[in-house]
């Protein structure tokens, strides 16, 4: 079913040669699944056990329901928001943290595009508007980074508009946290040939299409630039009051179980069981832009 019957292939360098790559085509050239899990310098040749990775997901999934009772009884409030590219994982991510959490109280927030009214708004409001409430934990899947990678990108914002976010950000943020905010920032990064391999999965799998916007299919040509705006953005709005985490997820089970991991590592809720929790990994997850 030709639902993007436009997508043009996509270029890139393998060993210093330019290949093409069409996802419309329905079966993926071999060297591109056979590269996707090692693109981006990921550490690991495999994928973790599904066993293990379930395992260790409902354990985490537990100590989830214990920070929410948690939040409920002492009134703290939580924000996480999730960036990356296209196909970087963030909703997958964000719905196995908040699979078994009180939706009363558990939030997953995903703005479409600003209406007329919003674009009129101080640029930060629609998304303050979202902000938790005492006992709640909100999730944003993508938030007021659009202004730091798709807009300028895309060219939905003037330079002008783009710069102002870099500089002001920090300051909006400390003030979150100076609202006494517990807050997580995630960037979920993934190499080029495994962005390309989720692409293809999802426009040959009709369960996955409406996953496939027309914005993936413009970013699909525009890696680089989204690098150096991904560049920037870590460089300039990592603080010690409200850092960047950034997570390796070519293997969405690694990347689901440590960004769970590194959320309840740092909170002190009651019950806390660290053996459950386990050990982050380092070769999958660090603090700012030096961790790329």
């Not at 994982?89 to 699979?99: C, E, L, M, P, S």
């Not at 959490?101 to 303050?128: H, I």
């Not at 040959?204 to 916007?213: E, I, N």
């Not at 870590?234 to 969405?252: F, G, S």
Request: charged share 30%.
């Amino acid at each position: 079913m030709a639902i993007f019957p436009d997508i043009k292939p996509v270029e890139i360098e393998v060993g210093g040669k330019t290949r093409h790559v069409d996802i419309d085509d329905k079966t993926l050239p071999a060297w591109i699944s056979d590269a996707a899990l090692s693109s981006g310098g990921y550490p690991y040749d495999d994928k973790l056990d599904k066993d293990e990775y379930e395992d260790a997901l409902k354990a985490l999934q537990i100590e989830l329901v214990k920070v929410q009772y948690w939040l409920q009884a002492t009134g703290k409030r939580v924000i996480a928001l999730y960036e990356g590219r296209d196909a970087a994982g963030k909703g997958g991510t964000i719905f196995v943290t908040r699979a078994y959490l009180n939706p009363r109280s558990a939030r997953v927030v995903a703005l479409a595009k600003p209406s007329e009214t919003e674009q009129g708004q101080w640029y930060y409001q629609r998304y303050v508007a979202q902000f938790p409430t005492a006992g709640e934990f909100v999730l944003f899947d993508r938030s007021w980074y659009n202004r730091a990678c798709v807009e300028p990108v895309m060219g939905f914002c003037t330079p002008e508009q783009y710069e102002k976010f870099l500089e002001e950000t920090p300051s909006f943020e400390k003030m979150v946290i100076s609202d006494r905010i517990i807050f997580f920032k995630f960037w979920l990064d993934i190499g080029r040939e495994m962005q390309i391999k989720r692409f293809h999965d999802r426009r040959h799998d009709p369960l996955k299409t409406w996953k496939l916007s027309p914005m993936d299919i413009a970013a699909l040509s525009k890696w680089d630039d989204y690098t150096e705006k991904r560049d920037r953005m870590l460089e300039e709005t990592h603080r010690a009051w409200a850092p960047w985490t950034v997570v390796r997820a070519n293997d969405k089970r690694r990347a689901r179980l440590n960004a769970i991991r590194h959320i309840l590592d740092r909170l002190d809720y009651d019950g806390k069981a660290k053996k459950a929790i386990g050990e982050i990994d380092g070769k999958i997850i660090g603090s700012g832009p030096k961790f790329l």
